[in-house]
């Protein structure tokens, strides 16, 4: 058992002489591993060893990552017939992604699936961009 100590002793023929092994009593943990990086769609996951004898002594998960991003503008201003990227997303957590760009009015203003806008016809709609973790980030678009 690790929790207690061990000693092993060998008959020797010179009387002055014993081989004693000895075991430690504690473990020491180390700092741990990541061993599975969370993203905003998994766990992850740390495992602690002994830093004396290298037994695995704990795992623990780490949470799931919290969305985060970090937008540009919350309105657009396009003129019709015109393109902007203005409406840009960045500062996303580890593992999320745009996955859609829709447009609410597409006959006011159209959006590309990389984020750039077209004004059609002068009004106000929405943009939306949908990431991967389920978060809709939504962007008031005025084409004049």
Known sequence: DDETDTYTFEEVTDPHKIKVTFRHLYHTMDNGTVTRT????????VVYYC?????????????????????????????????????????????????????????????SQKGVIKGKRKGTTTVTAKLKSGVKIRFKVKVK
């Open 38 to 45: 969370p993203t905003v769609s998994r766990t992850g996951k």
């Open 51 to 111: 830093s004396e004898c290298g037994k695995k002594l704990k795992t623990e998960t780490l949470p799931k990552l919290n969305p985060t991003f970090i937008v540009s503008t919350a309105t657009v201003t396009v003129k019709v017939g015109e393109r902007s990227k203005d409406a840009s997303i960045t500062g996303l957590a580890a593992g999320d992604s745009i996955v859609k760009w829709t447009c609410a009015d597409k006959k006011i203003a159209g959006v």
